[in-house]
């Protein structure tokens, strides 16, 4: 069983629209978070970091639920701009260790 | 500033020749990581150094890859005897401290192709 897994999409969406984009994670000593995106043919960057009190970076929210090992990512408002190709990542300790990639979930945001 | 770099953007190969790919990471991170990207899977992770040591190299997939850094700085991923599973986007991450905190800055990649 792969340690992140997500659902591959495709998610199309309006603009304007909301999307929510869920991850779980299977191995229970991760200690970080993240949501990376990677654009088309191009290296993966980090969009924002996961707290357990769930944090907001202006139209996008993050949630964290150690509980159940799942993660989420809100997009409120889509634009055209959004479209790419979300990555949950994990890490294990937070001792520098390799970051866990989930395959990732499309997003295209249409006119 | 600069960021990650990686060289080449794109080698083609031959089955059974070795490649060199390399990696010039932010300047001041010390821990640099390798990952490839398959067509249609994740990021796999290959190698992690900090500093010019690797304490984790779990990620190799067998012994005709191996890595190297020298003087805090540059990277060298090795690939002898390339096969055609080796394809892949090869990429290159550097963080300033090896803290699974900090952020991984991805350079661009590097395209092999083994014919």
């Known amino acids: 069983r792969k340690e992140v897994e997500q659902d591959p999409g495709p998610f199309n969406v309006p603009e304007g629209a909301t999307v929510a984009f869920n991850c779980t994670y299977s191995?229970?000593?991760?200690?970080?978070f993240f949501w990376y995106r990677q654009d088309c043919r191009k290296e993966p960057k980090l969009l924002m970091s996961v707290y357990s009190s769930g944090n907001e970076d202006g139209r996008f929210t993050a949630q964290l639920n150690r509980a159940s090992q799942y993660i989420s990512l809100l997009i409120r408002d889509s634009k055209l701009s959004d479209s790419a190709t979300y990555l949950c990542?994990?890490?294990?300790?937070?001792?520098?260790?390799?970051?866990?990639f989930g395959k990732g979930t499309s997003l295209l945001v249409t006119p | 500033g600069a960021g990650v770099s990686q060289s080449p953007s794109n080698k083609v190969t031959e089955k059974g020749k070795d490649v060199e790919l390399r990696c010039d990471p932010i300047?001041?991170?010390?821990?640099l990581y390798w990952y490839r990207q398959s067509l249609g899977q994740g990021l796999e992770f290959l190698i992690y150094f900090q500093g010019n040591s690797a304490p984790d190299k779990s990620g190799l997939p067998s012994d005709r890859f191996s890595a190297e850094r020298t003087g805090g700085s540059v990277s060298t991923l090795t690939i002898q005897r390339t096969q055609q599973e080796d394809s892949a986007v090869y990429l290159c991450a550097s963080s300033l401290v090896g803290q699974g905190s900090n952020e991984q800055f991805f350079g661009p990649g590097t395209r092999l192709t083994v014919l």
């Open positions: 191995n229970s000593a991760s200690q970080s």
């Open positions: 300047s001041g991170h010390t821990a």
């Open positions: 990542v994990v890490n294990i300790r937070n001792s520098g260790y390799a970051l866990n």
